[in-house]
């Protein structure tokens, strides 16, 4: 990587502009133009209309590519039990998209909504393409699990066995175990007139079971469910010596197998026919009428409760079941013939994730120690620290440590009078709330917004804002109609010199589970406008501020979308010396989108580097030709937003929580707040941005066609690969 150093009077070093829009690779790896231009030219916008439908990617479509992307990390250079692990969060992400997208699409069909989104399909053309690609995408998955993961686990000596290979002594062994372990917590639920087809709970795995009654030959359907309680994949333990395994050699039977094979115990005098597993997904997507809620934290905690009820809108089932039994299942499930999905492997293969528990560190990634500011290492006190410099954290590279000490030194600092925080996902034993809990018994004033409606974490969230309201915290849920996904913590102190403000400001949740897997950049700083703007946004969300004006942040929705298309429009002006870096997870706003289109006809060289849904099309001659898109899938989830604006040599860079979709823009708060020394801009840029950009390892690039080619495919040279986490991960080891 080229190391020369960045000033703010420079063209940074990234990818410049052309006016031909033609590019070559340098020897170091990145773009450089034919002809480089400093003084804008007057353009002419080509004619073609921007709402024109084929201009967009649909946003559905582009979610399901994001998947294909972490299916394709199975087929990747990660150690074994790493690509069984994507499958794993293939599967599970897969679930969600069914509970969420799917689901909603349903219901604009059964309401007659028509509406059609930037690219022009209707609810019904989506759910059709839907199941094109996604039926595609599922035979992918089994194929490479059935002939490659599968296969490779059992070298390795982890060997998952089907239930009719085993020995009779090992059936016997697991029928004890059954009879010990499973038998007990199984309850099978028959169905004839006097028992009505009990309900289905959304992702469980269920066996749907025929029996025939021997007197008079009379069969019946009954349906089993596999308590989540249980392993999914049940240990096969040593016999006898004969059998004695190295440490090296694990076995294991899928649970549901073994339930399968001793269903006498649970229909004695009973002729079992037939068991086959099957499983269903339900819509989870809730609406929830605030305005007319009395309690919203009693609102939610009924919305979790209906949560279970919702309507199916998958059906898997093994594809051997027999057309009586999936008929059963169809009709009383009320599923229609494109929610039925067919496997001949395993159902939930998200249950994988067990297998990565396992000790077996040669077939993982190597474990790394995050790296801690070498400020904090020689200064004692934080707030000491930061009157210094700012420190800004690049997770999971640099340690989450830092961010516990800031609250839990401010817990117990007696100069510190009052703690603000946004809390988002909380996650299981979070160090944020301890620390909070405990300044409040310390006798500080504590304010915690608890988002109660962040989507599969509601549960989590009303436990921890319970717990902090019986501390004593003041705990608020946020502002009608809208999410608070902003991250934000407020320390107050008073110091010699008078009151000063601390703030933490993030792109990532305060959870230290997540801070270890997934890519963010938080900044710790002690800066009176950052302050004073903090203090602003927490007084919009506890009370009844109205606050349109802020020094330094922007605030959604209140004026993130006019400044963020301001500074776009600054960059349309300057034509071919124009420059974007956007960083994000996803870009779906069509309105951002025009704009960029636009900047693309004044010549504006635009990088996106977009981890998931990606709704604009680059390439595009006269419309996007100026307009590179990326994506990068590897070890850790990329989460961190970053938005670079070359603004003639002294860039604008802003970091914080907002993507670029209509919900985060104008139905939920979020801040972004810039980065304003030099040294730091420099240090995203040279440092951060630019090594994204280099990636060929682990980067996708995105087609004008909505998909996506691996960069490693368009190298033209003979360089090795270059893969940005891990460069990340030797640049930030030993400090």
């Not at 089994?142 to 002939?147: E, G």
């Not at 009990?198 to 469980?204: D, F, R, T």
């Not at 030194?409 to 007696?414: L, S």
């Not at 302050?531 to 506890?542: C, H, I, Q, V, W």
Request: charged fraction near 25%; proline fraction near 7%.
């Amino acid at each position: 990587m080229n190391n020369e150093p960045l000033t703010d009077n420079a063209a940074e070093k990234v990818p410049p502009t052309a006016v031909s829009g033609k590019r070559t690779r340098g020897a170091n790896g990145r773009f450089r133009t034919n002809k480089p231009q400093s003084t804008p030219v007057p353009f002419i916008l080509p004619t073609q209309d921007l709402d024109d439908p084929s201009l967009y990617i649909n946003r559905e479509l582009s979610q399901i590519e994001f998947n294909r992307r972490v299916l394709y990390e199975c087929q990747a250079n990660h150690p074994l039990l790493e690509r069984v692990k994507f499958l794993a969060i293939y599967s599970s992400n897969m679930d969600e998209f069914f509970m969420v997208r799917v689901s909603g699409l349903r219901q604009q069909v059964l309401l007659g909504i028509t509406k059609r989104p930037a690219d022009g399909l209707t609810p019904r053309e989506q759910l059709v393409a839907i199941h094109r690609v996604v039926t595609q995408l599922f035979a992918t998955a089994t194929l490479w699990w059935k002939t490659q993961l599968h296969p490779q686990l059992a070298e390795a000596g982890i060997h998952i066995l089907a239930y009719d290979d085993l020995k009779k002594r090992q059936k016997q062994r697991l029928r004890d175990y059954f009879e010990r372990e499973i038998f007990p917590v199984l309850t099978p639920l028959g169905h004839d007139p006097s028992h009505p087809f009990p309900h289905i709970s959304n992702l469980s795995l269920n066996l749907v079971v025929l029996v025939r009654q021997p007197d008079n030959g009379e069969t019946r359907l009954a349906r089993i469910k596999v308590p989540a309680s249980l392993p999914r994949l049940v240990p096969l333990k040593p016999i006898d010596p004969d059998d004695l395994l190295p440490p090296s050699v694990q076995k294991f039977v899928w649970v549901e197998q073994v339930i399968a094979a001793n269903l006498d115990r649970l229909f004695p005098g009973m002729e079992i026919l037939a068991a086959h597993p099957f499983r269903v997904t339900r819509n989870t997507d809730m609406e929830i009428q605030e305005e007319e809620a009395d309690d919203l934290l009693l609102t939610m905690e009924e919305n979790l409760r209906q949560r279970h009820f919702g309507s199916v809108v998958r059906l898997e089932l093994d594809e051997n079941t027999p057309e009586e039994m999936r008929q059963f299942l169809i009709n009383n499930l009320k599923v229609g013939a494109m929610d039925v999905y067919t496997t001949d492997a395993p159902l939930a293969l998200s249950s994988l994730w067990e297998l990565h528990k396992l000790e077996r560190p040669e077939l993982k990634d190597p474990s790394y120690k995050p790296a801690v500011p070498a400020i904090l290492r020689s200064v004692g006190n934080i707030f000491e620290a930061l009157r210094r410099q700012p420190i800004l954290l690049h997770h999971p590279y640099d340690s989450f440590a830092p961010v516990i000490e800031f609250l839990e030194t401010a817990a117990e600092d007696p100069n510190v009078l009052a703690i603000k925080q946004t809390l988002y996902r909380v996650g299981p034993n979070p160090a944020a709330v301890n620390a909070l809990m405990k300044a409040r018994e310390n006798g500080k004033q504590v304010a915690a917004l608890v988002e109660l409606k962040a989507r599969f974490d509601e549960e989590s969230n009303i436990e921890w804002a319970r717990a902090l309201e019986n501390a004593g915290v003041h705990v608020v849920y946020g502002l009608i109609g809208l999410k608070t996904h902003c991250k934000v913590t407020l320390v107050v102190r008073r110091e010699r010199e008078g009151i000063r403000r601390y703030v933490h400001l993030a792109t990532g949740n305060y959870n230290s589970i997540t801070a270890r897997i997934y890519t963010d950049l938080g900044l710790l700083a002690y800066d009176e406008e950052f302050g004073a703007d903090a203090s602003e946004l927490f007084n919009y969300l506890t009370g009844f501020s109205r606050q349109e004006n802020y020094r330094k942040f922007l605030v959604a929705p209140v004026n993130l979308r006019q400044r963020f298309t301001e500074l776009i429009e600054q960059e349309i002006a300057h034509g071919t010396n124009g420059r974007l870096i956007f960083k994000c997870n996803s870009l779906i706003d069509a309105p951002m989108i025009r704009t960029l289109y636009r900047a693309s006809q004044a010549g504006v060289q635009i990088d996106l580097i977009v981890r998931g849904i990606c709704g604009l099309r680059p390439g595009i001659p006269g419309i996007s030709e100026t307009i590179r898109v990326s994506s990068i899938v590897g070890r850790f989830l990329e989460h961190s937003r970053i938005y670079y604006f070359h603004n003639q040599g002294n860039p604008a860079i802003y970091v914080g929580s907002a993507d670029l979709m209509p919900r985060n823009i104008d139905r939920r708060v979020e801040v972004l707040f810039p980065i304003e020394q030099p040294e730091m801009r420099q240090h995203i840029v040279q440092n951060i941005l630019e090594v994204y950009l280099r990636d060929t390892q682990k980067a996708y690039a995105l087609q004008a066609d909505g998909t996506y080619i691996p960069k490693s495919q368009l190298s033209t040279t003979d360089e090795p690969l270059f893969n940005s986490q891990e460069w990340f991960l030797q640049q930030h080891s030993g400090e």
